[in-house]
Nanobody, 124 residues
Framework: QVQLVESGGGLVQAGGSLRLSCAAS????????MGWFRQDYGKEREFVAA????????TYADSVKGRSTISRDNPKNMVYLQMNTLKPEDTAVYYC?????????????????WGQGTQVTVSS
């Protein structure tokens, strides 16, 4: 059974940093591309970052590019999202997901097996 468990969210002031973690189990983690998405109340789920199975390729949404770093530790079945210089507009529930299809990294329809999410709140 595939399980993804996010952690590391919280309340932080604007300009601060957070490191989100996602623990994966129940499948061959090292064979799978992974992504982070976020969803704020009343808004659509949006792409944040993705990383290839080997970790050699990463891609980011323009809104977080230069402020965030996605990484993974395959032996530990973990994927991370380091977020710096946080802004109030980064407030959302952040989800990690397994990319199951070969389409765009930026589309949530290409992903399956979502975690329960971790709340990030950035105060101004």
């Amino acid at each position: 059974q595939v399980q993804l468990v996010e952690s590391g969210g919280g309340l932080v002031q604007a300009g601060g940093s957070l490191r989100l973690s996602c623990a994966a189990s129940g499948y061959t983690f090292s064979n799978s591309d992974m992504g982070w998405f976020r969803q704020d109340y009343g808004k659509e789920r949006e792409f944040v970052a993705a990383i290839s199975a080997t970790g050699r390729m990463t891609t980011y949404a323009d809104s977080v590019k230069g402020r965030s770093t996605i990484s993974r530790d395959n032996p530990k079945n973990m994927v991370y999202l380091q977020m710096n210089t946080l802004k109030p507009e980064d407030t959302a529930v952040y989800y990690c997901a397994v990319k199951l299809n070969s389409g765009s990294y930026y589309s949530h329809s290409q992903y399956g097996y979502w975690g329960q999410g971790t709340q990030v709140t950035v105060s101004s």
